[in-house]
């Protein structure tokens, strides 16, 4: 058996991250910060990818920013209320949910995840993908509990990649 953390990790899309230009209607401090540090490219195949400009918006009686899209339709957003990184899963429903407390925990999450999170190898069998799902969960959990304490249904982002990654999907 392979030990989870021992494949060649240059396989995967490295973390980077990239500066987002935003409309004049994206409050300052928000601009700001999609410009400098910036937020991370992409992450897991598709599952989240960097949008080239932020814009405001309002669902399920929120107003964000977009900085992100995924598959499904899915979008990355700022709450300007709370400062909070939300998900919504689908563009068919209003429907959203915290991600992560900040967008510094969205990006800081993103990069260990891409570092804890490895191919498989030939020879993985389920106790491996378990293992390394274990370690992902710990590795947000240390820098944001929310994610996984709020979603006590199991349909948040970061679950969903947990899930996905126990059970061999990624």
């Known amino acids: 058996m392979t030990d989870p953390g021992s494949a060649d990790p240059s396989v995967w899309a490295a973390f980077e991250l990239v500066s987002v230009e935003s409309v004049p209607s994206v409050p300052p401090w928000l601009s700001a910060r999609l410009l400098h540090p910036g ?31 995924g598959g499904a ?28 407390s900040t967008i510094d925990q969205f990006s800081e999450c993103i990069r260990v995840v891409t570092e804890v999170v490895v191919p498989p190898t030939d020879d993985f069998d389920i106790d491996d993908f378990e293992r390394v ?14 994610p996984f304490a709020e979603d006590a249904d199991g349909e948040g982002f970061w679950f969903g990649v947990y899930y996905d990654v126990r059970i061999g999907s990624y």
């Open 73 to 100: 339709g899915a979008r990355f957003s700022v709450d300007i209320d709370t400062r909070a990184v939300v998900w919504q899963p689908t563009d068919l429903r209003p429907v959203v949910r915290r991600a992560n």
């Open 39 to 69: 937020i991370p490219r992409e992450f897991a195949d598709g599952q989240y990818q960097a949008l080239p400009q932020a814009a405001r918006r309002e669902v399920a009686g929120l107003t964000v920013v977009d900085f992100g899209v």
């Open 133 to 146: 799902g274990d370690l992902l969960r710990e590795a947000v959990e240390s820098i944001d509990d929310a």
